[in-house]
C-alpha cells in the first residue's frame, strides 16, 4: 500500500475526511483544475441555506472545515466569521471549554495526530489559527463523556474504527494494487513541473468518496457524524428561539452531507448557493485565499 492511501485513510478516521456528496445532495469538497486539467487547490463549500419565517428572513451556513489548512484559509474564516449573529463550532469538549490561542490549550491523541499531519504537509492547524475566543462563537458539539456514551450505545469503539481503517485501506490496495491511477497523476505533475506530488495525491484520495463511507459508516447511525450533528441542530434551534437570523454552523466536510438533510428536513431550509475557497493550495502558486 503507498503513503498517501494510507494517510489519507488515517485523516479520514480522524473526521478529516472531504468525501463527494451524495446523489443528490450539494457538493461539499473538490480538487479545482486549470485548463490543462493540473490540481490548483484542494477547495470546501460555504453553503448557504434560506427559510421564510412569517416576516423574518433567516440564512443558515454550512462552512466546511478542513483541520489542517492554509494559514490564508483560516484567516479568511476569521474574517467572514465576523458577519454572523452566531457561530456553531465543532468542539468535542466540556460545554464551558474556553479555546484559546497561544498553544496552551490541551489536545488529545487525535488533535496531537492532526498537528503531525500538518506538519509533514507543510498546513496549518485549525486550533492555532481559528479565533475561537470571539463573542458570536457558540459550543455546539458532544462532550467526551457523551460521545463515549453515545458510541456504546451503537456498539462502536476506537477498535471499530481501527479495523475499519484496516480493510478500507486494503480494499484500496485491491482496486489498484500498483498503484497505476496515482503514476498517471505522477507523471502528469512531474511534467508540469509540480513539487509538491505527495500533498497533491492525497488530496484526491481525501475527495474519494468510497474511502469514507467504507471507515465512518451510515452517516445518520454513527456517534461520531450522527450524534455531533444532532447536537449541532439542537443547538441550532436554540439560537433561532433567541432571535438570531444569521447564523453558521462551522463543522467538518465530513459531517456537511448529513448535516445538510438534517437542516433541510427537520428545520425545513432550503439551499440557495455555494461559494468555493481554496483550503490547500496545491499548484506553485501564492498561497491566497481566493474564491474560484
Not at 11 to 28: N, V, W, Y
Request: proline residues 3%; aromatic residues 10%; glycine residues 6%.
Amino acid at each position: 500500500m503507498n503513503l498517501a492511501r494510507v494517510t489519507a485513510a488515517i485523516l479520514i478516521c480522524l473526521s478529516l475526511a472531504t468525501p463527494a456528496s451524495a446523489e443528490g445532495s450539494t457538493p461539499f469538497a473538490r480538487i479545482a483544475e486549470d485548463e490543462r486539467n493540473q490540481p490548483q487547490a484542494l477547495q470546501v463549500a460555504i453553503a448557504n441555506y434560506g427559510l421564510n419565517s412569517g416576516d423574518r428572513q433567516i440564512r443558515v451556513d454550512l462552512v466546511s472545515a478542513i483541520h489542517i489548512g492554509d494559514k490564508a484559509y483560516y484567516a479568511g474564516l476569521n474574517e467572514r466569521f465576523k458577519t454572523y449573529d452566531a457561530l456553531l463550532y465543532e468542539l468535542i469538549a466540556p460545554k464551558d471549554t474556553v479555546v484559546g490561542r497561544d498553544g496552551s490549550d490541551p489536545k488529545g491523541f487525535i488533535s496531537n495526530t492532526q498537528v503531525t499531519m500538518k506538519n509533514l504537509l507543510d498546513l496549518s492547524f485549525q486550533l492555532d489559527e481559528i479565533d475561537y475566543s470571539a463573542r458570536n462563537f457558540v459550543h455546539a458539539d458532544l462532550s467526551p463523556e457523551e460521545l463515549s456514551q453515545s458510541m456504546q450505545e451503537r456498539g462502536e469503539s476506537v477498535y471499530v474504527y481501527f479495523w475499519r481503517l484496516f480493510y478500507a485501506s486494503m480494499n484500496q490496495y485491491a482496486r489498484d494494487p500498483l498503484g497505476l491511477g496515482e503514476m498517471k497523476k505522477v507523471s502528469s505533475m512531474l511534467s508540469a513541473g509540480t513539487d509538491n506530488t505527495f500533498k497533491v495525491l492525497l488530496a484526491y484520495e481525501l475527495v474519494e468518496p468510497k474511502n469514507y463511507q467504507a471507515i465512518l459508516g451510515e452517516d445518520a447511525d454513527s456517534a461520531v457524524i450522527g450524534a455531533r450533528n444532532q447536537r449541532a441542530i439542537d443547538v441550532l434551534r436554540e439560537q433561532l428561539r433567541s432571535g438570531k437570523r444569521n447564523i453558521a454552523i462551522f463543522y467538518g466536510v465530513a459531517h456537511m452531507p448529513d448535516l445538510e438533510q438534517r437542516l433541510t428536513q427537520q428545520l425545513g431550509f432550503a439551499w440557495l448557493n455555494s461559494t468555493w475557497i481554496d483550503a490547500w493550495q496545491l499548484d506553485d502558486g501564492p498561497d491566497d485565499q481566493a474564491a474560484r
